[in-house]
């Protein structure tokens, strides 16, 4: 899905761009510094761990900075290759703690990345994988921004890398860490996005680098039902299905998505997850919107949809967003509805709406990118 434009090449004039070694996984990382000339097979395990370690433990921006590198093995690499981040076009702070950052991958494409502290074991990173989305779930609002395309694996990493500066937190003991946890649920959908989502994954939680569990990432879909089994064995990875109703006459029209894939088929493919169990449960994501789908009936119809299903539930108070026509449930029908599925043995189900005044909770997502003709962003990356 998506377009990556390569501007330099689609100019004609411009030299490739060089590639962020951020964005390789171990084996990838490898495999392009022999193939530029830097190192010969035999020592190319060994000179791959150093960047490695420099880049991914230390979070180092600068060649320079690779002391057990030779000076002329440094320069050689900063010729051929780029570890620098994106531009944060914007910070902000929340009074609770979340940050939001927007970031500027390129001339034209921004997304958003959010900190949210106390979520998780000590705080969750909520990333972005696509800049706009395909699918258009009627309460969303990334969903009212057209896709302008997939990040890329390095893009996808450096959201992580940058909040790591802001955070402060490449020297910082484990225990000391505020970063534990990485859901995919910011702006976009990852399984339309899967290769760079696993690349991403498989960098993030490599032991001698950020090193966050697999167990402590998780993907949130809205039920991409041929690429669910595919995200399991490649990234063993979390699953976050965002449901929001038990019927599909009702899910038609909220994710518009379940047309293909309706609520059984859905079920089905969810109980195939690979490593599934009572210890790793599917969290269920449903958006509580007042008058749509929030009565006590239709809590006893979600407790018995997900009858036989290792699930945890989170109840999300639906945040506003400028132009919608939806509204939050009452707090009291959320505790009615919290209280039907707390008998059935799912255990805390509400997740209390974090930095809604920065519009950085669940879906309020949107960046100011657009689709431009390809010709409009060479000219702007041109003019750059
Ligand atoms: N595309 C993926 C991941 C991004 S959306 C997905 O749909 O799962 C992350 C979560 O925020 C999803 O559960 C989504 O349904 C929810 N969400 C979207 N808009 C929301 C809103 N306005 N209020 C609360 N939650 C929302
Ligand atoms: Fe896209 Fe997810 Fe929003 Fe639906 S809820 S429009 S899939 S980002």
């Not at 299905?241 to 009702?250: F, K, P, Y």
């Not at 493919?269 to 449960?281: D, E, V």
């Amino acid at each position: 899905m998506g377009v990556t434009l390569d501007l330099s090449r689609a100019s004609g004039a411009r030299p490739a761009r060089p590639v962020n070694l951020a964005g390789l996984t171990r084996e990838q990382l490898k495999a392009a510094l022999i193939e530029a000339g830097i190192v010969k097979a035999d020592k190319a395990r060994m000179r791959a761990g150093q960047v490695w370690r420099w880049l991914h433990h230390f979070g180092v921006t600068d060649f320079e900075a690779m002391t057990d590198i030779a000076k002329e093995t440094r320069a050689q690499l900063a010729e051929t290759f780029t570890l620098s981040r994106p531009e944060v076009v914007e910070r902000q702070v929340s009074k609770d703690g979340t940050r939001k950052w927007l970031i500027r991958f390129a001339p034209g494409i921004e997304a958003e990345t959010v900190y949210i502290p106390d979520v998780g074991r000590v705080g969750a990173l909520c990333v972005s994988s696509q800049v706009g989305c395909t699918l258009n779930c009627t309460f969303c609002h990334t969903g009212t921004q057209k896709l302008v395309r997939n990040l890329t694996a390095a893009e996808i990493v450096a959201q992580v890398q940058i909040a790591r500066d802001d955070l402060n937190e490449w020297r910082a003991e484990p225990d000391q860490r505020l970063l534990s946890n990485i859901v995919f649920m910011g702006m976009g959908e990852p399984l339309y996005n899967l290769d760079h989502v696993a690349d991403a994954i498989e960098i993030i939680s490599d032991n001698e680098g950020i090193s966050l569990s697999r167990r402590r990432i998780t993907v949130s879909t809205s039920g991409v039902v041929p690429e669910l089994v595919r995200l399991g064995e490649k990234t063993g990875a979390m699953l976050a299905i965002s449901l929001h109703a038990t019927n599909d006459e009702l899910r038609n029209e909220l994710v518009p998505l379940n047309k293909k894939y309706p609520l059984a088929t859905l079920i089905e493919t969810i109980k195939a997850y690979p490593g599934i169990s009572n210890a790793r449960r599917v969290t269920f994501e449903y958006v509580m919107l007042k008058g749509v789908n929030d009565s006590p009936d239709e809590a006893r119809a979600l407790v018995k949809l997900l009858k036989g299903v290792p699930a945890k539930i989170n109840l999300i108070p639906f945040n506003p967003w400028p132009g919608t026509k939806y509204e939050c449930s009452d707090w009291a029908t959320i505790e009615r509805f919290a209280a039907i599925i707390n008998r059935a043995g799912y255990a805390s189900p509400i997740r209390t709406p974090r930095g809604r005044h920065i519009l950085a909770a669940c879906g309020q997502l949107k960046s100011e990118s657009e689709k431009i003709r390809a010709s409009a962003l060479r000219a702007m990356a041109e003019g750059a």
